[in-house]
């Protein structure tokens, strides 16, 4: 959209402003053009809420910005340019300076340049329609005439003049209006192009001929310079050429101006006129104000007819359709990566709340497993379990305890004195004190036969190590034909149970 030169400078800035950079409250998507001056970069402007726009950020290379004379006029031409208000001129919204150097924030237009077009007719070797050009250049004259008129605060008039009409200035919008660029940068612009014996440089193809002997400048002179990209717009030439600056300007002051129906006799006479009236080299024999102009040229262009808005974006869209599509490709791809980070940073987020889950991308939220609340939740809900299986291996100590007492001090049946007393085992004639336990009472059949394993018992099993001090097995003296069943009652044991020292292995679960 901006012409390219500078090249070095260009570079510098591009390695060093990267896409995601941040200057102030704006960021960096990606680069666009750059000149002498500045790199214009597309970026986007940061508010609350999310809120976020496209804007073009022409930032100042480095060796500009070392004058400070410069850099002086450079802000007070763009706080002129900034009030301006109107629908022809790319607006500039503000005006900054941060480590990266000073920049200015403009209206990002989707479109293409009036010199990316022309050139796009030279390489398809067609011309631009007659009535697309004319259109361009009355929305550019409208600009314009805006710009000239501009006053104080107090109504005095400001007498803003572009100084730097060129196709490379004009940006012709996917909407079909085009708009004049860089208001209040052409006069800074054009200090740091004069040497010090007072040679102009920069494009001296698009000066009037009272710019290169340093006159004093006002309105007409964007009125010559309108009628240049008039004449090359219709004609698909260049009118001042040289090989080099010094023919360019010998050409610019002293070659006859061809007429338009020179190039081409197709072209009403009456355009003829309002195009040389345009061009003349005498300012007081051109127009007096770029509004004069725009209806003379309207009045003379009937015939051929000038083309709508609609036309114009469509031969935009037409012509330049892939360099758009370019540049509206990386905008995409941008925002793309900026909701990517997002993503990997909800996933990573944990609610903390009742029913812990954890956020995928797409928004679902999936429940831990119970294994994942034991061994990988929180650290807060760990202590919780660890109370609650202590409680259990106490209970079930004690009912163990509670049990085996009752069975050592239940009655011997009567026909165990018709025998003879069976020797028992010193441990088996003293129980050791037990401890007062207040437990619910449990029958004698309600506990497993010694021939079943401990692991049908619901307490007892593999899950659950008891830490309750081991009671001595008992075995009543009695008959084969009187007594019962002997029951054995043991401890519940685990294979490779952890010692009982009251740790709580997790694995376990």
């Given at each position: 959209?901006?012409?390219?030169?500078?090249?070095?400078?260009?570079?510098?800035?591009?390695?060093?402003?990267?896409?995601?950079?941040?200057?102030?409250?704006?960021?960096?998507?990606?680069?666009?053009?750059?000149?002498?001056?500045?790199?214009?970069?597309?970026?986007?402007?940061?508010?609350?809420?999310?809120?976020?726009?496209?804007?073009?950020?022409?930032?100042?290379?480095?060796?500009?910005?070392?004058?400070?004379?410069?850099?002086?006029?450079?802000?007070?031409?763009?706080?002129?340019?900034?009030?301006?208000?109107?629908?022809?001129?790319?607006?500039?919204?503000?005006?900054?300076?941060?480590?990266?150097?000073?920049?200015?924030?403009?209206?990002?237009?989707?479109?293409?340049?009036?010199?990316?077009?022309?050139?796009?007719?030279?390489?398809?070797?067609?011309?631009?329609?007659?009535?697309?050009?004319?259109?361009?250049?009355?929305?550019?004259?409208?600009?314009?005439?805006?710009?000239?008129?501009?006053?104080?605060?107090?109504?005095?008039?400001?007498?803003?003049?572009?100084?730097?009409?060129?196709?490379?200035?004009?940006?012709?919008?996917?909407?079909?209006?085009?708009?004049?660029?860089?208001?209040?940068?052409?006069?800074?612009?054009?200090?740091?192009?004069?040497?010090?014996?007072?040679?102009?440089?920069?494009?001296?193809?698009?000066?009037?001929?009272?710019?290169?002997?340093?006159?004093?400048?006002?309105?007409?002179?964007?009125?010559?310079?309108?009628?240049?990209?008039?004449?090359?717009?219709?004609?698909?030439?260049?009118?001042?050429?040289?090989?080099?600056?010094?023919?360019?300007?010998?050409?610019?002051?002293?070659?006859?101006?061809?007429?338009?129906?020179?190039?081409?006799?197709?072209?009403?006479?009456?355009?003829?006129?309002?195009?040389?009236?345009?061009?003349?080299?005498?300012?007081?024999?051109?127009?007096?104000?770029?509004?004069?102009?725009?209806?003379?040229?309207?009045?003379?262009?009937?015939?051929?007819?000038?083309?709508?808005?609609?036309?114009?974006?469509?031969?935009?869209?037409?012509?330049?359709?892939?360099?758009?599509?370019?540049?509206?490709?990386?905008?995409?791809?941008?925002?793309?990566?900026?909701?990517?980070?997002?993503?990997?940073?909800?996933?990573?987020?944990?609610?903390?709340?009742?029913?812990?889950?954890?956020?995928?991308?797409?928004?679902?939220?999936?429940?831990?497993?119970?294994?994942?609340?034991?061994?990988?939740?929180?650290?807060?809900?760990?202590?919780?379990?660890?109370?609650?299986?202590?409680?259990?291996?106490?209970?079930?100590?004690?009912?163990?305890?509670?049990?085996?007492?009752?069975?050592?001090?239940?009655?011997?049946?009567?026909?165990?004195?018709?025998?003879?007393?069976q020797p028992t085992s010193p441990a088996s004639t003293q129980l050791?004190?037990?401890?007062?336990?207040s437990a619910p009472s449990v029958s004698i059949t309600d506990l497993?036969?010694?021939?079943?394993?401990?692991?049908?018992?619901?307490?007892?099993?593999?899950?659950?190590?008891?830490?309750?001090?081991?009671?001595?097995?008992?075995?009543?003296?009695?008959?084969?034909?009187?007594?019962?069943?002997?029951?054995?009652?043991?401890?519940p044991t685990a294979p490779n149970a952890p010692a009982a020292t009251?740790?709580?292995?997790?694995?376990?679960?």
């Open positions: 959209m901006w012409y390219l030169s500078g090249v070095s400078q260009a570079s510098a800035l591009e390695r060093t402003v990267l896409p995601g950079t941040r200057l102030g409250r704006y960021e960096i998507i990606t680069n666009l053009a750059s000149g002498g001056m500045a790199t214009v970069f597309l970026g986007r402007a940061l508010g609350a809420a999310g809120f976020n726009r496209l804007v073009a950020i022409k930032l100042l290379h480095p060796h500009i910005a070392a004058d400070e004379q410069f850099i002086s006029m450079f802000i007070d031409e763009a706080r002129l340019a900034a009030r301006i208000r109107h629908p022809n001129v790319v607006a500039t919204v503000d005006l900054q300076y941060g480590p990266e150097g000073h920049y200015l924030v403009m209206d990002f237009v989707e479109g293409e340049s009036l010199l990316g077009l022309l050139r796009q007719t030279v390489k398809n070797n067609k011309p631009m329609p007659s009535g697309i050009a004319i259109r361009i250049v009355l929305d550019a004259l409208a600009g314009l005439h805006a710009a000239h008129e501009l006053t104080g605060d107090s109504g005095e008039p400001l007498n803003l003049v572009h100084r730097d009409v060129s196709p490379h200035n004009i940006l012709v919008g996917v909407d079909g209006i085009s708009r004049i660029v860089d208001f209040g940068v052409a006069r800074a612009e054009e200090r740091i192009g004069t040497t010090r014996d007072g040679q102009v440089k920069g494009k001296l193809a698009y000066m009037a001929p009272e710019q290169t002997n340093n006159e004093p400048v006002d309105r007409r002179v964007d009125v010559f310079t309108s009628g240049i990209v008039l004449w090359e717009a219709l004609t698909a030439k260049r009118l001042f050429r040289g090989q080099t600056d010094a023919e360019v300007v010998r050409n610019l002051i002293d070659k006859p101006i061809p007429r338009l129906r020179e190039i081409s006799p197709a072209f009403p006479q009456a355009l003829d006129d309002v195009v040389a009236r345009a061009l003349q080299r005498d300012k007081n024999a051109r127009f007096d104000t770029a509004l004069e102009f725009a209806e003379e040229l309207e009045k003379a262009a009937e015939a051929l007819g000038i083309a709508s808005a609609k036309q114009v974006g469509a031969y935009v869209r037409e012509s330049a359709g892939d360099v758009i599509d370019n540049v509206m490709k990386r905008v995409c791809a941008f925002q793309e990566g900026v909701r990517d980070r997002k993503t990997k940073l909800e996933i990573a987020e944990i609610d903390e709340g009742e029913g812990s889950a954890v956020r995928t991308s797409a928004g679902a939220m999936i429940a831990p497993s119970a294994q994942e609340l034991v061994a990988e939740g929180p650290p807060a809900r760990r202590p919780i379990v660890f109370a609650i299986a202590a409680a259990a291996f106490v209970i079930v100590g004690a009912i163990i305890a509670t049990v085996t007492l009752l069975v050592a001090q239940s009655p011997q049946p009567k026909g165990a004195a018709a025998t003879a007393p050791a004190p037990q401890p007062a336990i497993p036969r010694a021939t079943e394993p401990h692991a049908r018992s619901g307490f007892a099993s593999a899950r659950h190590a008891s830490t309750a001090p081991a009671a001595p097995s008992v075995t009543p003296s009695v008959t084969a034909a009187s007594a019962p069943p002997p029951v054995v009652v043991k401890p009251g740790a709580f292995n997790p694995e376990s679960m």
